[in-house]
């Protein structure tokens, strides 16, 4: 089992950045499929990005691809999530997850989520 917890939320102005960042418990960081979700005040949960356990694929949801990215270093057990030009509508309780499955598409992903979860972290953007 891994235990998250989510770090860098806060409020921004538009157009501005956030990197959020994920720090996870446990010898075992490197075998997980790392991912961050959000969910806007009101609506359902969100897939924003996956990282594969060595970093070498990744997904980026269409409304953020261009403007975020996400990474790992699995010296620091820490995955991040670099948003920029970020926009009203990316106001979120951000998530951070991990997966022990191998990698998976992200279709499975947005549909099923993954299977451990950090208790979020709240990003503001004000227009």
């Known amino acids: 089992q891994v235990q998250l917890v989510e770090s860098g939320g806060g409020l921004v102005q538009a157009g501005g950045s956030l990197r959020l960042s994920c720090t996870a418990s446990g010898r075992t960081f490197s075998s997980y499929t790392m991912g961050w979700f959000r969910r806007p005040p009101g609506k359902e949960r969100e897939f924003v990005a996956a990282?594969?356990?060595?970093?070498?694929?990744?997904y980026i949801a269409d409304s953020v691809k261009g403007r975020s990215t996400i990474s790992r270093d699995n010296a620091k057990n820490t995955v991040l999530l670099q948003m920029n030009s970020l926009r009203p509508e990316d106001t979120a309780v951000y998530y951070c997850?991990?997966?022990?499955?191998?990698?998976?598409?992200?279709?499975?992903?947005?549909?099923?989520?993954?299977?451990?979860w950090g208790k979020g972290t709240l990003v503001t953007v004000s227009s």
């Open positions: 990282i594969s356990w060595g970093g070498g694929s990744t």
């Open positions: 997850a991990a997966d022990p499955r191998p990698w998976m598409s992200s279709t499975y992903y947005s549909q099923y989520g993954m299977d451990y």
